[in-house]
């Protein structure tokens, strides 16, 4: 279900053009399909009881809860002065992100207005009303990472319950086969 939600939500976000980079959502859509794949094989895996399929589900379904709490944990844990950082890297990183930035936001520059480049914001045809852009992203920046933090902490304690309940399914007799057999 969370891949579901990953691929529409992504496609959401392109099609209203909420998001305009194809890398970050052909990089939702791709983990969503990921996680597609591995409910997929567990699906198969518990229908047939087939301990293989199950072990592997296993393994993967841990593999995301480590990736997934380490990264919630990291959103959580960053102070002020770490998201700025983290936000002036992904500044000076491309031009594109940085004029769609300045369009939709409605500022200039990172941290202070230079009146000799150009600016994508209707604000700067007065460059006295226009506001740096720092400001700005780390008011939205704080929140998000709290957000972004918080749900995918909820989604790795169920990964990690789904792991501890796939063990336990993956050790009971099938009852399709010998009654007094183990597996």
Not at 43 to 59: D, E, N, R, S
Request: glycine share 8%.
């Amino acid at each position: 279900m969370v891949s579901l939600l990953l691929i529409g939500v992504a496609a959401w976000g392109k099609w209203f053009g909420l998001v305009s980079s194809i890398s970050v959502v052909a990089g939702v859509i791709g983990v969503g399909v990921f996680l597609l794949v591995v409910a997929f094989v567990g699906l198969c895996g518990a229908l047939k009881h087939h301990q293989v399929l199950l072990f592997f589900y296993m393994v993967i379904l841990f593999m995301v809860f480590v990736l997934q709490f380490s990264i919630s944990c990291a959103c959580l844990a960053l102070n002020t002065e770490q998201q700025n950082k983290l936000l002036e890297v992904g500044w000076n990183k491309s031009e594109s992100t940085q004029k769609d930035v300045e369009k939709t936001l409605n500022c200039c520059g990172f941290s202070s207005v230079d009146l000799n480049q150009t600016c994508s914001a209707q604000c700067f045809s007065t460059p006295s009303s226009c506001s740096p852009c720092a400001s700005i992203l780390q008011m939205y920046a704080g929140d998000v990472l709290h957000f972004v933090g918080g749900v995918g902490l909820f989604f790795s304690f169920t990964e990690i319950l789904g792991v501890w309940l796939t063990h336990r399914y993956r050790n009971l007799k099938d009852p399709r086969s010998n009654p007094g057999a183990f597996l």
